[in-house]
């Protein structure tokens, strides 16, 4: 299941993220992002809306208290906010640690993914 996921700045002035429920215009299980200086420079952190006296994902905000919606944010902004709200772990969907220069197995002499692809 897909979920509509949004991003965005409250009339509060805070930023959250947190799944659209189209029939009741609220955010469900919203999440709040900080910034957090550092000596790189800034990072940002993301935590339950209610922290800390919810330590759960599980609030929910009407719609009209919304200023602004982003019509794009980064995918990994998406990802980290499931794996927050899930305590799971998901894929980036990369190739991770295959090694495509060697070829396959059965010792392919595939150089290029492009060329893996034309075939």
């Known amino acids: 299941m897909a979920y509509d996921i949004r991003l965005v700045k409250l009339i509060t002035g805070e930023l959250v993220l947190g799944k659209f429920d189209v029939e009741n215009e609220k955010l469900l299980e919203v999440a709040t992002l900080q910034t ?4 790189q420079g800034v990072q940002m ?8 006296f919810e330590q759960d994902f599980k609030g929910e905000l009407a719609y009209k208290h ?18 927050a709200i899930s305590n799971l772990t998901l894929s980036t969907g990369g190739l991770g640690g295959l090694n495509l220069a060697g070829g396959a197995a059965g010792g392919g002499k595939v150089s290029n993914v492009s060329d893996l692809l034309r075939k």
């Open 45 to 52: 952190m993301m935590l339950p809306y209610g922290y800390p």
């Open 36 to 39: 957090v200086p550092t000596q």
């Open 66 to 83: 919304v200023l602004y919606e982003y019509k794009s944010f980064p995918e990994d902004l998406k990802t980290k906010y499931m794996e």
